[in-house]
């Protein structure tokens, strides 16, 4: 079956450090590759996509690259703020499953001033 | 702007007395889904529509219905509600069912049940 699979947390950094959230995926097929970010108490915002092998998705700072070799879409951020402090889900669709989103299980992240 | 609504934000109900919540959107998308997310966990899809047909997944209990009267709007109701259905309930909408459809989330019911 399908399935997601990323760092558990919490993820605790400093204001400004590097950030990487690994995904990595198994797929019957060739899924979309999302990440989406959930603030506490709120539903989730799509963060970026990427759709086919190599492409990167960006936004707000955060990039991804879907990797099919290594079957991965790494997050990552240069330098974090306080307010990226969230919960990070990543997740695949492919037509043949109807589009349903599958979510890796989400690292929760913590950036301290 | 273009949404995905869903009141109320915070539903109290008593075990066993039927709930309803509620979700709309201005998107005019073609599917709208329903997803339980518990404490810490990832969420989980209940069950979509594509215009009116309705797919269920496999494992949603009987006891979670959905009704979707028009494009605009779409229910999920609760038939008898137990302690284990306290959860946030979050309802999302996409163009389609294609691979590169974004789904597009709403802010969220979360349900207690006493």
């Known amino acids: 079956g399908n399935s997601v699979t990323q760092m558990e947390g919490p993820v605790t950094l400093s204001e400004e450090a590097f950030l990487t959230i690994n995904c990595t995926y198994t797929?019957?097929?060739?899924?979309?590759l999302f990440w989406y970010v959930q603030y506490p108490g709120e539903g989730l915002q799509l963060l970026l996509k990427?759709?086919?092998?190599?492409d990167k998705g960006s936004n707000k700072g955060f990039e991804a690259t879907y990797r099919k070799e290594t079957t991965s879409f790494h997050l990552e951020k240069g330098s974090v703020q306080v307010s990226d402090s969230a919960v990070y889900f990543c997740?695949?669709?492919?037509?043949?499953?109807?589009?349903?989103?599958?979510f890796g299980g989400g690292t929760r992240v913590l950036v301290k001033p | 702007d273009a949404m995905v609504i869903q009141n109320p934000r915070y539903q109290v109900t008593q075990f066993g007395k039927p709930v309803t919540l509620s979700c709309s959107q201005t998107?005019?998308?073609?599917?709208m889904y329903w997803y339980q997310q518990k404490s810490s966990q990832a969420p989980k899809l209940l069950f979509h529509?594509?215009?009116?047909?309705?797919?269920n997944e496999a494992d949603t209990p009987d006891n979670f219905q959905s009704r979707r009267p028009n494009t605009s709007f779409c229910f999920l109701d609760i038939r008898s509600p137990g302690l284990g259905d306290a959860a946030m309930y979050l309802c999302?909408?996409?163009?389609?069912?294609?691979?590169?459809?974004?789904?597009?989330f709403g802010p969220g019911t979360r349900l207690l049940v006493l």
């Open positions: 999302a909408t996409s163009r389609g069912t294609d691979k590169q459809e974004t789904q597009y």
């Open positions: 797929a019957t097929g060739y899924p979309s």
């Open positions: 990427a759709t086919k092998a190599d």
């Open positions: 997740a695949l669709s492919l037509k043949a499953a109807g589009n349903k989103l599958t």
């Open positions: 998107l005019n998308h073609n599917v």
């Open positions: 529509y594509y215009d009116k047909d309705f797919n």
